[in-house]
């Protein structure tokens, strides 16, 4: 059968664009795996940058995407969102725009967005539920790329009313996996402690967790989520989001992340903490309730299970991988 549908998959070469690769290449289940009539397209930013106009629409014109999964943004960790608020609003406005019109100017059929939990508001009840999203002033340290993210609703909402068009989007909680960017000034905090992690074991220094390791997080392995994005791509007809997420009982602190990558890792040396440097928002405790309803039997892969295959990939792929 030839390809009748063409998958584009914006930010096709990060943390969740390569597990949406993989699990494209590699699940022989017909729910997650590739479809005879689907092609599949993942786009660099070498194939042109999506923060220009024209460059955006050359590449709708050159591939003729019938589904767009959009997950190509500015991204990064808390300290990263502290230092360029506005470029974290400016890049991903522009990014949007470009993306949802070139995909409305070509009538794709189908756009799945990429948001987080981050654009949540600071100051909510818990746990928190896809009707939030605008409920309020999201926390202070990423305003920048909270206002960003959260736009890309709005845009599903008017592109729908105004016009019928069928995009919308999912928000993961932290995301982790293989192809993580592993910056220890930029990274999130997953990848940056076990890079940390990883040069204290090798260097024989203390292995320092920024903050008081108290704050709470959801975390979930890429390769998951790339299988909830298919589905979602395929299946998911609302346009009012969808949370991706672990269970609220499996929220874990950061202190608990920096044990699981000491415990990957067979780190014994010395590990404190730096109180001086930012927390960030204590929790942002999520609902899965929503995506239970649709895939009740979805099965997780345990965090330190997940934990454990990152750090095994960090450690083969370390002189080649973002750092
Ligand atoms: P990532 O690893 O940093 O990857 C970002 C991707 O976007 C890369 O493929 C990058 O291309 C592309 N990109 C960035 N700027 C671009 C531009 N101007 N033009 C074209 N492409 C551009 O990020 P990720 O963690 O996979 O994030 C994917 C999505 O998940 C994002 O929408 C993010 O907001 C969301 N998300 C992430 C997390 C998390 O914990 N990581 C949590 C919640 C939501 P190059 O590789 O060529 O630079
Ligand atoms: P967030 O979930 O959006 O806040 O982003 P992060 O993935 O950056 O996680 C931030 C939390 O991890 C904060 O409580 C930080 O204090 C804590 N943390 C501890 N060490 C690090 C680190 O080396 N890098 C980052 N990004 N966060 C760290």
Request: hydrophobic share 35%.
């Amino acid at each position: 059968m030839s390809p009748q549908k063409v998958i584009l998959v914006t930010g096709g070469s990060g943390l969740v664009g390569k597990a949406v690769q993989w699990v494209i290449e590699n699940d022989t289940s017909e729910q997650f795996g590739k479809h005879a009539d689907e092609e599949w397209v993942f786009l660099t930013s070498k194939d042109g940058d999506l923060r220009d106009a024209a460059a955006t629409r050359a590449i709708f014109d050159k591939y003729k995407p019938t589904h767009v999964l959009h997950l190509a943004a500015m991204v990064g960790g808390l300290f990263k969102n502290m230092k360029y608020k506005l470029d974290f609003l400016r890049d991903n406005m522009l990014i949007n725009d470009n993306v949802l019109h070139a995909s409305f100017e070509t009538n794709v059929q189908k756009v799945v967005s990429c948001l987080s939990t981050c654009v949540f508001p600071d100051n909510t009840s818990y746990p928190i539920d896809e009707t939030m999203v605008h409920n309020g002033p999201p926390h202070e340290s990423n305003f920048g790329y909270a206002h960003g993210k959260r736009m890309l609703d709005v845009y599903n909402h008017a592109y729908h009313e105004q016009y019928g068009r069928q995009y919308t989007s999912a928000i993961p909680t932290n995301v982790f996996g293989p192809y993580d960017n592993y910056s220890l000034e930029d990274a999130h905090v997953l990848p940056a402690l076990t890079h940390k992690c990883y040069l204290a074991k090798k260097n024989n220094t203390p292995f320092v967790v920024s903050g008081t390791g108290k704050p709470l997080r959801q975390f979930i392995y890429s390769r998951d989520l790339a299988r909830l994005f298919i589905w979602c791509l395929r299946e998911y007809q609302e346009i009012d989001p969808i949370i991706l997420s672990v269970g609220e009982e499996d929220e874990v602190s950061i202190k608990d992340v920096a044990d699981a990558i000491v415990k990957a890792l067979d780190f014994t040396g010395e590990y404190t903490f730096d109180t001086s440097k930012a927390d960030g928002q204590y929790k942002k405790t999520a609902s899965n309730a929503k995506l239970r309803k649709y895939l009740p039997d979805f099965k997780f892969t345990p965090f330190d299970v997940a934990v454990k295959e990152s750090v095994e990939w960090f450690l083969d792929n370390y002189e080649s991988l973002r750092k």
